[in-house]
């Protein structure tokens, strides 16, 4: 059994809209879709501020604003995808504690006996909210109407239309119930056609007749070229018009305009104006009163009916690429943002005239939505890009001398000041870029301007989407992180990725080398910042006075009174004791400071004057005491609190002290326990408002066990845990809650030791006993602990091998990895030039710095711009990356982009470029791999294929083999010609494995006198087209795109089919699983899982899961990034085995779930999945039941060999655990308590 989590959910947007969702807004709220998810926002005056989100289970395709039964608020309608597509009207609801959306209406859009749409998938409103039409299927179209916030009527209509490509609603109907609907499809004939149909939501029909409210019109092809970004269709309201100078003129146009439509997408912006309809009908009357033969006869075409070629009102060329998204700049729908696939923004003015003028803006990520939002600010959303938080400024911001946008030399331009005086009317007050020009010019005008004029306000990080992405650990922290090659157009990036905290460097103190622990001390007790640092190793200690940020000085054991000839077990700022008349005891601020060491406890004072610290009182040294058994003795451990200090003496022995009003440390009481050494004490207050601990912690060698002792029993053994896997070499007593006693919900007390085999034990302390421990691995080297605070957080900082950040979150103890490399100790720090810092122990030095982001993901972009990266390799050997990467010339629509595919290498630590290499102009990069074998020369292997004229399949391509060492450049050491196109490489032994159009090809490279050639020794041919290989062992996994996967076997250099798979399963990624088996994704978006039968000869491959995900992966990768937690030593319950990658921007996870709780949470998915349903009623059985183009089956009813963990996880904030486990009947009930269920599910949260 598997189980599926999301490390990282999908970041690309699909579609967004401003609205208002509650009265009680002000400035209105945005609501930005995602492909699984609607995200809301409330407009701030300091930007947006995140209000709610929901899941949705269905792939969103588009989501649009409908009014609601209260004015001037709105609904939103979701429109999801196939093979499910599915309407879902959401409401917001507004509280004092939160906000929220609920769904109100939902129906289903699916119709097995229809072909999906192929060009438009889209929900297309009525500019008033009257209506709205949604197109998914060839030929058809759904009608909504909206009526008191509801919908009213539901139903659908035949579209002639099949190949749509655009809708609008227009501004022209004369009643309520008949619409308009301004029609782009492509004709049998090729064409584009632009038409009308009229709307009758009375009969519920669509007009068969074509109305001529716009002129039924043919796109030249030349102006507009069929591109895989379809037209867009812009209804524009009638308006008033600028008439010539002589009123009289019988040349001069009407007063009025009587609105009509924007056609964007091809070379040339055209608006075509509404026709005038009393001639139309007068038309429509001639011609049913025609008595000729073409009317009389049916089967004869009426030659007014044909389509012509039909000038528009107004035009203007457009010089970019193809346009991605658009949007209205004001109410009136006469300005018009607009952004073509590369990121060029520019803005669209229909002047009264009526002119259409294009002003570049400047460049920002590809756009997919645009959302105007208020005051020139707008949202611009981004399939392959960072969505951004864009204000279009009235000056330029940046390149003052450099072209806003490049425009083509055959486009005539103008400059700024030959447009006209721009007019001061505007919605907003700061900037109108409305224009105004007293010349009649249909062609139009193209403004050629100087300057960057976009602000980019926020970045919203998207990391779609992910074509290709390896693991590696390039500074061999122990932690690894994914790179993956993301983004398009003018976006390309690689992305570094790691789960864990982001530790920034600040500030470097050499010369201090071998720290074993440090503490900040302050120049009094209630002083906010800190003054000095000591730090000690295992044979003496240093004073560290830091006075600012760049300066740092070291104390000479001369002028302070610490002791700095031994090392210090513990340190600390202490406040001074008094006692009132009564007896009771009370604490002051003071400058008082207590220090252990081996030898005894000694009291300081800072004085400020002198600025140093001189010892007060006789402190307590154990060759002083009248007990001659403690002479010879040591202090092993000690730790302190504001009001008690505990030390370990060798031998068993704890003694805990306490400050007399006259500044004398005290001892208060002792306990030895014989036979029992002690190795690490602890004695933090779980209250963080007292100053001093009930309890102290003690750690013991050979048992391995921690105890807590009662102090006010005289250190008797309160409770006892059970054995650890190894000796607890450091202790916290810690409450990670901000509870402070256990009458308060929040709080979290815990013991936390440090192992000597580099694990963190963190024990529970429950009805005050300790109970169940959790194990976290961070290496092999013995665990320090230290208290800091991060981000206002309680957490615990370990450090092993690795270091990682331990804090309370979501009601669960997390682990967050820190990337440091070498760290020993650490400590809070605070001071006036480094504040809310930490400071950290190196072999060598100490580093200060901050960590932020312990519960987020770190994501670091190497960003490339135009430049993007297909397929990326890692080589550890040598610690390089091999990048492929395709770069764009962006070229006016309809021309040619001039594009080059380049393959290079960059340094693993840095990802700075060293080389690269780039290929012929009629071949491309397919596939790129590393080759780690040590009998293999080159470094890289990488394949291509050559792009030539009338193929429907490559014949021709290459192998090119590649070598780069230290200090040498690359080298091109071999090459052959394979005769296809290289869709992937694998390397097993010393062979190299191709897949190469049909086959699997098997090579091997032959060095003489220097030279290394590659031949050809093996070759499979069995398949359509070999997509993806893979290697595990001396066997290789093969993924046919059109057919299935089989597994073939490598023996002394021959190919031979082990097993296959001959079911249509569309193979996209494949990988091998642990059990020898395979996982592999597919085109409709699911993970099927298969394995190997018991027989040898012959065998078929066993399908044993199948698991619709909704998004397509690109890639599987063996590995996770995170270490799973155990109990007692077990093995643990999951363990990851594969990390995927989608083209949404989602990382995830597949999980082998141990056998002994498979069963259990598969019981608990089907009683949630009972209890919990998705918006629009939709089943999670069904949801994730395996699905293709046409559908569901009707055998499948739900998916097999994988749980849903994302959902399962939804059980720890469910308010009904209880009845989740008692299920519906008894035979649905869980024996499993809440807590047992709540623990599982923390382990599996864990990992992400």
């Given at each position: 059994?598997?189980?599926?989590?999301?490390?990282?959910?999908?970041?690309?947007?699909?579609?967004?809209?401003?609205?208002?969702?509650?009265?009680?807004?002000?400035?209105?709220?945005?609501?930005?879709?995602?492909?699984?998810?609607?995200?809301?926002?409330?407009?701030?005056?300091?930007?947006?501020?995140?209000?709610?989100?929901?899941?949705?289970?269905?792939?969103?395709?588009?989501?649009?604003?409908?009014?609601?039964?209260?004015?001037?608020?709105?609904?939103?309608?979701?429109?999801?995808?196939?093979?499910?597509?599915?309407?879902?009207?959401?409401?917001?609801?507004?509280?004092?504690?939160?906000?929220?959306?609920?769904?109100?209406?939902?129906?289903?859009?699916?119709?097995?006996?229809?072909?999906?749409?192929?060009?438009?998938?889209?929900?297309?409103?009525?500019?008033?909210?009257?209506?709205?039409?949604?197109?998914?299927?060839?030929?058809?179209?759904?009608?909504?109407?909206?009526?008191?916030?509801?919908?009213?009527?539901?139903?659908?209509?035949?579209?002639?239309?099949?190949?749509?490509?655009?809708?609008?609603?227009?501004?022209?109907?004369?009643?309520?119930?008949?619409?308009?609907?301004?029609?782009?499809?492509?004709?049998?004939?090729?064409?584009?056609?632009?038409?009308?149909?009229?709307?009758?939501?009375?009969?519920?029909?669509?007009?068969?007749?074509?109305?001529?409210?716009?002129?039924?019109?043919?796109?030249?092809?030349?102006?507009?070229?069929?591109?895989?970004?379809?037209?867009?269709?812009?209804?524009?309201?009638?308006?008033?018009?600028?008439?010539?100078?002589?009123?009289?003129?019988?040349?001069?146009?009407?007063?009025?305009?009587?609105?009509?439509?924007?056609?964007?997408?091809?070379?040339?912006?055209?608006?075509?104006?509404?026709?005038?309809?009393?001639?139309?009908?007068?038309?429509?009357?001639?011609?049913?009163?025609?008595?000729?033969?073409?009317?009389?006869?049916?089967?004869?075409?009426?030659?007014?009916?044909?389509?012509?070629?039909?000038?528009?009102?107004?035009?203007?060329?457009?010089?970019?690429?193809?346009?991605?998204?658009?949007?209205?700049?004001?109410?009136?729908?006469?300005?018009?943002?607009?952004?073509?696939?590369?990121?060029?923004?520019?803005?669209?003015?229909?002047?009264?005239?009526?002119?259409?003028?294009?002003?570049?803006?400047?460049?920002?990520?590809?756009?997919?939505?645009?959302s105007y939002l208020t005051s020139q600010v707008f949202y611009l959303g981004s399939l392959s890009g960072d969505s951004q938080l864009i204000r279009v400024c009235a000056s330029p911001q940046s390149d003052i001398d450099s072209d806003t946008l490049p425009i083509p030399a055959s486009?005539?331009?103008?400059?700024?000041?030959?447009?006209?005086?721009?007019?001061?009317?505007?919605?907003?007050?700061?900037?109108?870029?409305?224009?105004?020009?007293?010349?009649?010019?249909?062609?139009?005008?193209?403004?050629?301007?100087?300057?960057?004029?976009?602000?980019?306000?926020?970045?919203?990080?998207?990391?779609?989407?992910?074509?290709?992405?390896?693991?590696?650990?390039?500074?061999?922290?122990?932690?690894?992180?994914?790179?993956?090659?993301?983004?398009?157009?003018?976006?390309?990036?690689?992305?570094?990725?790691?789960?864990?905290?982001?530790?920034?460097?600040?500030?470097?103190?050499?010369?201090?080398?071998?720290?074993?622990?440090?503490?900040?001390?302050?120049?009094?007790?209630?002083?906010?910042?800190?003054?000095?640092?000591?730090?000690?190793?295992?044979?003496?200690?240093?004073?560290?006075?830091?006075?600012?940020?760049?300066?740092?000085?070291?104390?000479?054991?001369?002028?302070?009174?610490?002791?700095?000839?031994?090392?210090?077990?513990?340190?600390?700022?202490?406040?001074?004791?008094?006692?009132?008349?009564?007896?009771?005891?009370?604490?002051?601020?003071?400058?008082?400071?207590?220090?252990?060491?081996?030898?005894?406890?000694?009291?300081?004072?800072?004085?400020?004057?002198?600025?140093?610290?001189?010892?007060?009182?006789?402190?307590?040294?154990?060759?002083?005491?009248?007990?001659?058994?403690?002479?010879?003795?040591?202090?092993?451990?000690?730790?302190?609190?504001?009001?008690?200090?505990?030390?370990?003496?060798?031998?068993?022995?704890?003694?805990?002290?306490?400050?007399?009003?006259?500044?004398?440390?005290?001892?208060?009481?002792?306990?030895?326990?014989?036979?029992?050494?002690?190795?690490?004490?602890?004695?933090?207050?779980?209250?963080?408002?007292?100053?001093?601990?009930?309890?102290?912690?003690?750690?013991?060698?050979?048992?391995?066990?921690?105890?807590?002792?009662?102090?006010?029993?005289?250190?008797?053994?309160?409770?006892?845990?059970?054995?650890?896997?190894?000796?607890?070499?450091?202790?916290?007593?810690?409450?990670?809650?901000?509870?402070?006693?256990?009458?308060?919900?929040?709080?979290?007390?815990?013991?936390?030791?440090?192992?000597?085999?580099?694990?963190?034990?963190?024990?529970?302390?429950?009805?005050?006993?300790?109970?169940?421990?959790?194990?976290?691995?961070?290496?092999?080297?013995?665990?320090?602990?230290?208290?800091?605070?991060?981000?206002?957080?309680?957490?615990?900082?370990?450090?092993?091998?690795?270091?990682?950040?331990?804090?309370?979150?979501?009601?669960?103890?997390?682990?967050?990895?820190?990337?440091?490399?070498?760290?020993?100790?650490?400590?809070?720090?605070?001071?006036?030039?480094?504040?809310?810092?930490?400071?950290?122990?190196?072999?060598?030095?100490?580093?200060?710095?901050?960590?932020?982001?312990?519960?987020?993901?770190?994501?670091?972009?190497?960003?490339?711009?135009?430049?993007?990266?297909?397929?990326?390799?890692?080589?550890?050997?040598?610690?390089?990356?091999?990048?492929?990467?395709?770069?764009?010339?962006?070229?006016?629509?309809?021309?040619?982009?001039?594009?080059?595919?380049?393959?290079?290498?960059?340094?693993?630590?840095?990802?700075?470029?060293?080389?690269?290499?780039?290929?012929?102009?009629?071949?491309?990069?397919?596939?790129?791999?590393?080759?780690?074998?040590?009998?293999?020369?080159?470094?890289?292997?990488?394949?291509?294929?050559?792009?030539?004229?009338?193929?429907?399949?490559?014949?021709?391509?290459?192998?090119?083999?590649?070598?780069?060492?230290?200090?040498?450049?690359?080298?091109?050491?071999?090459?052959?010609?394979?005769?296809?196109?290289?869709?992937?490489?694998?390397?097993?032994?010393?062979?190299?494995?191709?897949?190469?159009?049909?086959?699997?090809?098997?090579?091997?490279?032959?060095?003489?006198?220097?030279?290394?050639?590659?031949?050809?020794?093996?070759?499979?041919?069995?398949?359509?087209?070999?997509?993806?290989?893979?290697?595990?062992?001396?066997?290789?996994?093969?993924?046919?795109?059109?057919?299935?996967?089989?597994?073939?076997?490598?023996?002394?250099?021959?190919?031979?089919?082990?097993?296959?798979?001959?079911?249509?399963?569309?193979?996209?990624?494949?990988?091998?699983?642990?059990?020898?088996?395979?996982?592999?994704?597919?085109?409709?978006?699911?993970?099927?899982?298969?394995?190997?039968?018991?027989?040898?000869?012959?065998?078929?491959?066993?399908?044993?899961?199948?698991?619709?995900?909704?998004?397509?992966?690109?890639?599987?990768?063996?590995?996770?990034?995170?270490?799973?937690?155990?109990?007692?030593?077990?093995?643990?319950?999951?363990?990851?085995?594969?990390?995927?990658?989608?083209?949404?921007?989602?990382?995830?996870?597949?999980?082998?779930?141990?056998?002994?709780?498979?069963?259990?949470?598969?019981?608990?998915?089907?009683?949630?999945?009972?209890?919990?349903?998705?918006?629009?009623?939709?089943?999670?059985?069904?949801?994730?039941?395996?699905?293709?183009?046409?559908?569901?089956?009707?055998?499948?009813?739900?998916?097999?060999?994988?749980?849903?963990?994302?959902?399962?996880?939804?059980?720890?904030?469910?308010?009904?655990?209880?009845?989740?486990?008692?299920?519906?009947?008894?035979?649905?009930?869980?024996?499993?308590?809440?807590?047992?269920?709540?623990?599982?599910?923390?382990?599996?949260?864990?990992?992400?």
């Open positions: 059994m598997k189980v599926i989590t999301t490390l990282h959910p999908p970041s690309a947007v699909i579609s967004s809209v401003k609205c208002t969702l509650s009265a009680k807004s002000e400035l209105g709220h945005l609501v930005v879709a995602k492909p699984n998810r609607i995200e809301v926002s409330s407009l701030q005056p300091e930007g947006l501020k995140a209000e709610c989100s929901l899941e949705i289970w269905g792939r969103i395709m588009s989501i649009r604003a409908v009014p609601a039964e209260t004015a001037g608020v709105s609904n939103i309608l979701v429109l999801t995808d196939h093979p499910d597509p599915k309407l879902i009207l959401l409401k917001y609801t507004e509280t004092e504690e939160s906000s929220f959306l609920t769904d109100v209406w939902s129906d289903s859009l699916f119709d097995r006996n229809s072909r999906p749409a192929e060009y438009l998938t889209d929900i297309i409103m009525h500019p008033a909210g009257r209506a709205a039409v949604v197109s998914c299927y060839v030929g058809k179209l759904r009608i909504l109407t909206f009526k008191a916030g509801k919908v009213d009527k539901n139903f659908d209509a035949i579209l002639p239309e099949l190949n749509l490509l655009a809708l609008s609603f227009l501004y022209s109907e004369s009643n309520g119930h008949t619409h308009t609907l301004a029609i782009a499809h492509i004709d049998h004939r090729q064409r584009i056609q632009l038409l009308a149909r009229e709307l009758d939501v009375n009969t519920l029909d669509l007009a068969v007749e074509v109305a001529y409210t716009i002129p039924h019109a043919i796109l030249p092809a030349n102006e507009f070229p069929f591109t895989e970004y379809p037209l867009r269709i812009v209804s524009i309201p009638p308006f008033s018009i600028t008439q010539s100078p002589n009123g009289e003129d019988p040349e001069a146009g009407p007063a009025r305009c009587r609105g009509g439509v924007i056609v964007l997408g091809g070379r040339k912006i055209n608006f075509y104006e509404l026709s005038d309809k009393p001639k139309e009908k007068g038309r429509d009357k001639r011609r049913k009163n025609s008595t000729s033969s073409a009317q009389r006869f049916g089967d004869q075409k009426d030659p007014a009916k044909e389509p012509k070629k039909v000038k528009p009102r107004a035009t203007v060329k457009w010089p970019w690429s193809e346009v991605a998204a658009c949007c209205p700049a004001d109410d009136e729908m006469r300005r018009f943002f607009i952004g073509d696939v590369y990121g060029r923004m520019s803005l669209l003015v229909l002047s009264d005239t009526p002119e259409l003028i294009l002003i570049p803006l400047g460049e920002t990520s590809a756009p997919t939505t645009i486009i005539s331009t103008i400059a700024p000041s030959a447009l006209g005086v721009p007019r001061a009317e505007s919605p907003d007050d700061d900037y109108d870029m409305r224009i105004v020009d007293m010349r009649e010019a249909r062609g139009g005008k193209v403004v050629k301007t100087k300057g960057n004029y976009i602000e980019v306000l926020s970045r919203f990080k998207n990391i779609a989407p992910i074509l290709d992405a390896v693991l590696a650990d390039p500074d061999e922290s122990g932690q690894s992180q994914i790179v993956t090659c993301s983004g398009g157009s003018n976006t390309g990036a690689l992305n570094l990725i790691r789960t864990g905290a982001d530790f920034q460097e600040l500030a470097m103190l050499d010369e201090v080398p071998n720290v074993t622990n440090i503490w900040p001390i302050r120049a009094s007790h209630e002083d906010a910042c800190d003054k000095y640092v000591l730090a000690t190793t295992l044979y003496e200690s240093y004073l560290l006075r830091v006075d600012g940020r760049d300066s740092v000085h070291r104390v000479e054991a001369a002028d302070t009174g610490f002791v700095l000839e031994q090392r210090t077990l513990a340190v600390g700022n202490i406040p001074r004791r008094t006692v009132s008349p009564a007896g009771a005891s009370s604490y002051v601020n003071s400058s008082l400071v207590i220090q252990i060491t081996p030898h005894g406890l000694a009291l300081l004072e800072y004085d400020p004057t002198l600025d140093t610290f001189t010892k007060v009182g006789n402190g307590w040294y154990l060759p002083q005491q009248d007990n001659p058994l403690w002479r010879p003795r040591e202090i092993v451990a000690a730790a302190i609190n504001p009001s008690q200090f505990a030390v370990a003496l060798s031998g068993g022995i704890v003694v805990q002290f306490n400050l007399s009003p006259d500044n004398q440390i005290t001892l208060v009481s002792s306990k030895e326990f014989e036979g029992r050494e002690i190795a690490a004490v602890s004695c933090t207050s779980f209250d963080q408002t007292k100053s001093f601990s009930l309890y102290v912690a003690v750690s013991f060698w050979e048992s391995n066990t921690v105890a807590l002792l009662d102090i006010k029993h005289g250190l008797q053994i309160k409770t006892e845990s059970t054995p650890l896997p190894a000796l607890p070499r450091s202790l916290l007593l810690h409450n990670f809650g901000t509870g402070n006693s256990k009458k308060e919900p929040d709080f979290q007390p815990y013991v936390v030791a440090g192992l000597a085999d580099g694990t963190v034990a963190c024990v529970t302390f429950r009805n005050e006993e300790l109970k169940d421990h959790k194990l976290f691995s961070l290496g092999t080297a013995p665990v320090s602990l230290s208290r800091w605070d991060v981000e206002g957080r309680r957490s615990v900082f370990a450090t092993g091998s690795r270091s990682a950040v331990f804090y309370w979150d979501r009601q669960r103890l997390r682990q967050s990895p820190v990337m440091l490399k070498s760290a020993t100790a650490g400590s809070s720090l605070n001071t006036a030039g480094f504040p809310a810092c930490q400071i950290i122990a190196t072999p060598s030095s100490l580093v200060i710095g901050q960590t932020r982001g312990v519960d987020k993901m770190q994501i670091r972009s190497i960003i490339l711009g135009l430049e993007s990266p297909r397929r990326i390799a890692y080589n550890p050997r040598l610690n390089l990356f091999g990048v492929s990467l395709f770069r764009t010339t962006p070229a006016r629509i309809g021309d040619a982009d001039n594009q080059e595919s380049i393959f290079r290498i960059l340094d693993g630590t840095t990802m700075n470029s060293l080389n690269e290499f780039i290929v012929e102009l009629d071949e491309e990069i397919t596939a790129v791999h590393a080759l780690t074998h040590r009998d293999v020369a080159a470094t890289f292997a990488v394949g291509t294929m050559r792009n030539q004229i009338g193929e429907y399949e490559p014949s021709a391509g290459r192998l090119l083999l590649f070598n780069h060492s230290i200090g040498r450049e690359m080298q091109k050491i071999a090459e052959i010609d394979v005769g296809g196109c290289v869709y992937a490489i694998a390397s097993i032994a010393s062979f190299i494995a191709l897949a190469v159009n049909t086959s699997v090809d098997l090579y091997t490279t032959v060095e003489h006198l220097g030279n290394v050639t590659l031949q050809k020794v093996a070759s499979w041919n069995h398949n359509y087209i070999v997509a993806s290989l893979v290697a595990k062992g001396n066997k290789l996994i093969a993924g046919d795109a059109i057919s299935s996967v089989s597994i073939l076997e490598v023996a002394q250099g021959s190919l031979r089919t082990v097993a296959r798979d001959y079911g249509p399963v569309w193979p996209v990624a494949i990988e091998a699983t642990r059990d020898g088996g395979v996982i592999v994704s597919n085109t409709d978006s699911n993970i099927l899982t298969f394995s190997l039968p018991e027989a040898r000869e012959g065998r078929v491959l066993e399908r044993t899961g199948n698991y619709y995900l909704g998004e397509n992966i690109n890639k599987f990768i063996v590995g996770g990034l995170s270490v799973q937690a155990s109990t007692d030593g077990q093995r643990p319950l999951f363990e990851t085995e594969h990390i995927f990658f989608t083209a949404t921007g989602r990382i995830g996870l597949v999980h082998h779930v141990n056998d002994d709780i498979s069963l259990d949470l598969t019981a608990i998915q089907r009683n949630m999945a009972n209890r919990i349903v998705g918006p629009g009623q939709t089943k999670h059985a069904q949801w994730r039941t395996p699905a293709n183009s046409r559908g569901r089956s009707d055998i499948d009813d739900s998916a097999i060999g994988f749980l849903d963990g994302d959902f399962l996880e939804q059980f720890l904030t469910h308010p009904d655990q209880e009845n989740i486990l008692e299920g519906k009947i008894s035979a649905e009930r869980i024996s499993r308590s809440v807590e047992d269920v709540e623990d599982i599910l923390e382990k599996l949260q864990g990992l992400q």
